[in-house]
């Protein structure tokens, strides 16, 4: 074996290795700014007619999120509406962007 090729065996190994979708929070950012921010505030800090969801932990979130999706949780069909526009990878990025948030 050519051993210079050794490093890129190795990365392409790492990322096997690397969970099928890691949560990239400059993308729930994005997509928060999209339709969420509308409702929940620029910052999810919510007002009066609306929750807040900044500083939710990533399993409050995701719990939410999929129930929503998943029709046990049916207090708000706005809310309903918003959760099957997105992807389970999609939850997993506007989790972890509005973890970062407080
Ligand atoms: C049209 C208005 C609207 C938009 C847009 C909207 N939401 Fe909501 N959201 C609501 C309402 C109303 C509730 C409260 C519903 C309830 O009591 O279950 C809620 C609740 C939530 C909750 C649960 C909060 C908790 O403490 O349990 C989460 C999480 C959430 N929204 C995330 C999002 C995300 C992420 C987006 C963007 C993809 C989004 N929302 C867009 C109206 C909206």
Redesign the pocket.
Known sequence: MNTTMLPAMLAALALLAAPVHAADVAAGKA??EE??I???GDDGAGDDD??A?AG?SVEK?TK??QEYQNGT?T??T??TK?AKK?SAAQVAD?AAYYATLK
Do not use: G, N, Q, T
Request: aromatic share 10%; glycine share 0%; hydrophobic share 40%.
């Open positions: 997509l928060s339709s969420c509308d409702c929940h609306y929750p969801i939710l979130f939410a999120m949780r207090k708000s706005k809310m918003e997105v506007l």
